[in-house]
């Protein structure tokens, strides 16, 4: 099995910054895609960003210029640094990996979630 933990969550004041970190580990051939969503009370999963293996990006627009991921291939981990936070930007982050194991079975793994909170 595989296991997927993120580290890095709490409280900011706004306009601050955060680092999210995810590290997977386990029974894992390769990762494609890593990626962080979020989860604001009663609301949905939303995509955040992700990276595939070469390092391409894709960010939400609402957090495009404020946030950055990274991954260390590897290391099977992925960051998330986020920078000038505001309100809206708390919720639960999760981390998602795209993993193909050593039987060359491939699916997605979520970590726990981690908990980002937002203060004026």
């Known amino acids: 099995q595989v296991q997927v933990v993120e580290s890095g969550g709490g409280l900011v004041q706004a306009g601050g910054s955060l680092r999210l970190s995810c590290a997977a580990s386990?029974?894992?051939?390769?990762?494609?895609?890593m990626g962080w969503y979020r989860q604001p009370p009663g609301k949905q999963r939303e995509l955040v960003a992700s990276?595939?293996?070469?390092?391409?990006?894709n960010y939400a627009d609402s957090v495009k210029g404020r946030f950055a991921i990274s991954r260390d291939n590897a290391k099977n981990t992925v960051s998330l640094q986020m920078n000038s936070l505001k309100l809206e930007d708390a919720a639960v982050y999760y981390c998602?990996?795209?993993?193909?194991?050593?039987?060359?079975?491939?699916?997605?793994?979520w970590g726990q979630g981690t908990q980002v909170t937002v203060s004026s």
């Open positions: 998602n990996a795209d993993v193909t194991n050593r039987a060359y079975y491939r699916t997605t793994y």
């Open positions: 386990g029974n894992i051939l390769s990762i494609n895609a």
């Open positions: 990276i595939s293996t070469s390092g391409i990006t």
